[in-house]
């Protein structure tokens, strides 16, 4: 456990915690998903329309691969700098040091 400038100790604040890892890969799952489901409307679109509106949904169904990759493949940032310590009351401290 590392110390402060007075040799207490440094104790993080609980409401500076990142969110779990578990919570950010369900997060790019579902996005991925969302998009590879627009991207199954496109190709029936494209079967059922003629024109503009059929070459635009084959041009979605084509690109819209790549989009969902590389956002799924993108991670939250992390911030560094977030975490502050902080020093425990004195009433707490002899719990802390038994």
Known sequence: MSTTRRGEPAV????????????????RMKHYLVTMGIRTTCFFLAVVTQGW???????????????????????????AGRLSPVTPRTPHREQLEK
Do not use: G, H, M
């Open 12 to 27: 993080q604040s609980v409401t500076s915690v990142r969110s779990k890892a578990d919570d950010d890969i369900n997060a």
């Open 53 to 79: 509106v059929r070459w635009t949904c084959v041009f979605l169904a084509v690109v819209l691969p790549y989009i969902a990759v590389v956002f799924a493949n993108a991670r939250a940032p992390r911030t």
